[in-house]
């Protein structure tokens, strides 16, 4: 039954993501060498979707943890749950990772409880164990589990930032956009569209990207720009499909979505 | 023989001491003349000798040369002057006979006698001065073109000599560059004749003004429209009956009015002119003084060639304003420079009609209104439907742009719609300050989005690259163009390296520059457009030549990158068809540029011209396309079609004879006639790209006009206490200020600059420390009471980390028993943090200087103390109770020294460390001056709006009344104060204040009523007091 469980997380098919430099050679041999890895970038770069290629390519089920603030230990590790007249032990997210030598992807870690992130710690270094302290047990990570971490540098805020003792953990590889010829690839994958209107969208990504700083936290993702290929497959004009998906979604300020908007007309 | 030896025993009686033969050599000449004369220089040799023996023998040896020319009359006149310049000084006077003969020799005998009058005149005066004009007189009067003019000049030098010495003698100096100005203007008008008539009215009037304004002719006169200066003369010759003062302030203003924007513009401003002449010298004054700045503000702000239309609308605008109030009309004339910077003309109108009515009110609120200081002024001028500003949507153009090209810039209004984006620097983008030309926004919007894209379109597509292969290949193309001899365009090109590098060599950093290599030599360097451009024997037919095709191209490649942009430039393209002028009436040198304007940027040249200019059309068109017509064209492109039209222009002449007639049958035929008009075409091209028509906006070194618009500033802030200058660290910051009496906002009104608190000796912290031990260790534990864990249990949850065991127990008994559970069986850890930000706004005022606290009846030896030194205790407590509790916290002060002033100072920022530096800077705080109140808390709201805590707080310490220079009366000042509060509240900060006033409590309820506040009686319970305040508002 475990092993069935276990079996949801497995890749079935191979995941599209395209090569930008080294990083599977790299990945590939961190898991070799039973590294941690951390993949930084701005979100929606492909991060995730690297990782589910890799955990393909490996062969290996992968177990994914959205990190929030309120992120325990417990919600981990596992906890005890009342099942009819008994107490019932449940395995948390890392427990069965670790248990089926799965690998383990914590997205957006610095968003995690900082108590939370010190659970971690025994796992990314020679050591390679989990405590289980309700259980009284520590288990021992097989050569085929992984952790990985994913975390945005974008954010730079005081509070969030990860600590010096956790980041020293990992091999970190560096993130960004796809080049433009990767980006029109992908856009017309995944969305579903013809190249020309994939390098419009690209297109348009690029100039709004270019408003970083300027008024932007972030530029607009690969993967927004993909959900407007999508909205226009499905027959949404281009036009309000960049609105939804690209203009509304990265800013509230008026001025700046009505510059993005201007953008947009001017390219398409 | 007999008069001879008298002559000479007089000679010797009042001559002892000067050697016998000069004696013997005077009296011969001295006895040549009449007896008569002979004696009256006698005496007057005799009178002189008491100054000095040499200054007599002096003047008894010119005598008789003189008396050749003149008659007994001037004679005598010129032996008073010498006598009277012996007065001052006799070497003055020595020079002067010595002087004599050459000077009046060459003279009429009318002109001597003028010019010894003159002398005389200035001789009572200034002796100096006296000599110096007799010397330079012939020659000035020699260079002067004729007899009258010089009498005539003398004459007034003569009616001013009688008020300013000076004056007469700068005037007679500055004669003959004036009359020979005044010359080649004259051109049989009359205007040399009017304008000696004038100063010779001045002179009567006023005296030194005469020469004032005889010396500012030159100036204001400056173009050769003799006809315009007459009506000058005429304005001015009425107001000279006003006074001197003000005839030459209006002549000198309304010289640059006439100039700038020519003769209507003239003379509806000289209109408003008198009518404000009519209130009187001082309003006049005032006017007049400000108007030259309001004119050259205008003409920079719209561009030189469309000045005259600009300063015309507003004068016209003025004018019909002035009908119904002259105060309103000079009050909107002054305002139009800075309201013309983001409304239309006809923004403008409306706005100024619509401020008449204020003056019935209040005198006071319609000048606000007129100096744009009230927000409701700024709103009307906007909110009139007068197009779209450029204002209310440069944010969202900037980020469009840097959206487009990645790079920052700046985004600069221009008063003109330019038919043509500008092609500028690269870094700033010029828009038009206001787009009225199609009736909807949506519609005006689009034409700014096609400027702005141009400018991107610019930057994108490299107009400013420098050094690329193909610009250096062009530039060696169009020098080889330009130097017909092959064998020296080599020559030419190694001559230009070699200037190049020396120019470097001398700029230092040579070292890089020298050494690169390319090819078989050294390359140009910084090769971009514009050092093409130069290479051109007209360079300013070049630019124009360029800048149409590199719109073109921009153009083109604009529609090739982005589909989506191609609609807005058709549909801006659709509107510039219908504006162009039709074929037929464009001047014949414009004829080119238009045919080029239309194939680059109108999608073709349009049917009728077509119809004229067939054949020229299908080789400018073919050129072009050729060039530019590919998604890759680069500026290079551009610059060798440039070249090749030039050639077109050069070789094909301009075709006006022909246009007339029979189309183009002719054209082949009259080359060579027609080639003369060619070179007219070419020569006056660089004038006509400074012209008046509107395709010329364009120039490349326009710049200039942006640079003076930033110079438009307030024109008329003197009453006020000036702007201190900033100190190094200080940052200014401007807000606007609640007026009671407009019940509106003036905008930008205070200045409020914020810098590091002055560093004073930790002692006061230390002492305050010691001296409040008992209470501080108690407030620590209190406050820290306060502080809360950072996690909380919460039980009964539905989720959690850990069973609640009393729960499960429950839920075990319930489940046996009734059958009914809850699920409420986890304990969850919960983060809950105080989540405070407090800013501290300490009042530094002198009124916080006050002592308070010495009992009646205690010795002097025991002083009281300041307030400002029980708020500092206070401080200090409340820092040891913060740092306790853990929030966060500001601490501030401030003083005022009228509006512009508001000192800010900041004694601990939020996130800063509560360090020994900190301690100094409470040790230092010490008082001064105001209280502007309201600055210092709109300035603190900003500090604290920065801060995410969901508690914010402002604590507002203040000994009492709010006051400050122009701060209006109390009541002002009050309302303001209130404003400021409630606006603080409205964006999320909650205030409170703390004062120590125990009169008029009334007031301070008006005030801080809205607020929290509260008053101290005991004012040295304060510091003990201010924690638990602190306590009371954050649990």
Known sequence: ?268 | MDSKNKINDTLKKHLKGVADSTIENLSDRLGAQSVERTWLMMDFGASLAGYSLRLAVEFLRAAPEIAKYTDNNDVRKWSEIGKRLASTSTDVAIEFFQSSVAVLAPLTPAQRSQILDLVNKQSTLSASIALESFRSATAIIKELPNEAEANEILEICYEIARHSVKHSSDLLKEAPVVTAHLHKLDGGSGLTDKALKLTMAFAFRSGGTAAEFFSALPEVLSTDDSGSYLRLFEHTSMFLERGGGVALQYFRAAGIVLNNAGLNAFERWTLLCQSVAAQGNAASYHFLKASPKIITDLTAQAGKQKASELINGVLEIVEEVGQKNTDAAVECFKASPQALHSASLQQFREWALRGIGLYAKSTRRAQAYYALESKSSQDTLQAVDGGLTLESIAQTLRLYVEGLTGRVFVIAPLTAIPDEAKIGDGRTIHLPSVVAEFPTEAENFRLYKVLAAHAAGQVEFETYATNTPELSAALTDVIQTFVTDPRKVAQTIEQKIKEEQERAANQKDSSKKKTRQNGNGTALQNIDFSRILREFPYPGVATRIFATIENGRIDRRLRYAYRGIRRDLDFVRERLIQRRPSITDVPPQMLLFELLFQIALCGGASDEARMHFGKIITLLEDTVESHINSPTASVADTVIATLRVYEMLEKQPDQEQSKEGEGNENQQDSEGEESSSADATTGEGKDAADGTDPLSFWTVDQLSDSSQEEKTSALFETTESPEQDLEPGDKAFYYDEWDRELSDYRTKWCRVIQRRSTRGSRQFVEKTRSHYAGVISSIRYQFQLLKLESLRRVYNELDGEDFDLQSVIQYIVDRRTTGKVSERLYIRKLRRERDVAVGFLLDMSSSTARTVGRHPKQPYTKPGQRIIDIEKEGLVLMSEALEAVGDAYAMYGFTSEGRHNVKFYVIKEFGEQYSAEVERRIGGISYQNNTRLGAAIRHSAAHLQKESARTKLLIILSDGRPYDHDYGDTRYAREDTKMALRQARISGITPFCITIEREGEDQLKDMYGEVGYTIIDNVLSLPERLPGIYRRLTT
Request: aromatic share 6%; charged share 25%; with cysteine.
């Open chain 1, 1 to 268: 039954m475990r092993e069935q469980a276990i079996e949801k997380y497995k890749q079935t098919h191979e995941p599209f993501y395209i090569s930008t430099a080294n990083e599977t050679d790299l990945f590939l041999a961190a898991h070799k060498t039973k590294l941690p890895v951390m993949l930084k970038g701005p979100t929606g770069c492909g991060k995730t979707r690297f990782v589910e290629y890799m955990a393909w390519r490996l062969n290996r089920p992968l177990i994914t943890v959205a990190c929030h603030e309120d992120l325990s230990a417990t919600d981990l590790v596992g906890r005890y749950l009342l099942e009819g007249e008994d107490t019932v032990w449940h395995d948390g997210p890392l427990t069965t990772a670790v248990k089926n030598g799965a690998i383990c992807y914590l997205d957006e870690v610095v968003e995690a409880r900082k108590d939370t992130i010190v659970l971690i710690h025994p796992l990314t270094d020679d050591r390679r164990i989990l405590p289980v302290e309700k259980l009284g047990i520590i288990l021992e990570a097989p050569d085929e589990f992984m952790l990985v971490v994913s975390y945005n540098p974008g954010y730079q805020s005081v509070v969030k930032d990860l600590k010096q003792s956790t980041r020293q953990r990992f091999v970190s590889l560096e993130f960004d956009y796809p080049s433009v010829t990767n980006e029109i690839a992908i856009v017309a994958r995944e969305g579903g569209i013809d190249e020309a209107t994939a390098r419009d969208l690209v297109v348009i990504g690029q100039k709004v990207r270019n408003l970083k700083g300027h008024g932007l936290e972030e530029g607009v993702s690969t993967r927004l720009l993909v959900y407007a290929a999508q909205l226009i497959s499905k027959g949404i004009p281009a036009q309000s499909a960049c609105e939804v998906a690209i203009m509304s979604p990265i800013t509230d300020d008026n001025e700046l979505q009505r510059s993005i908007r201007e953008i947009i007309t001017t390219v398409i």
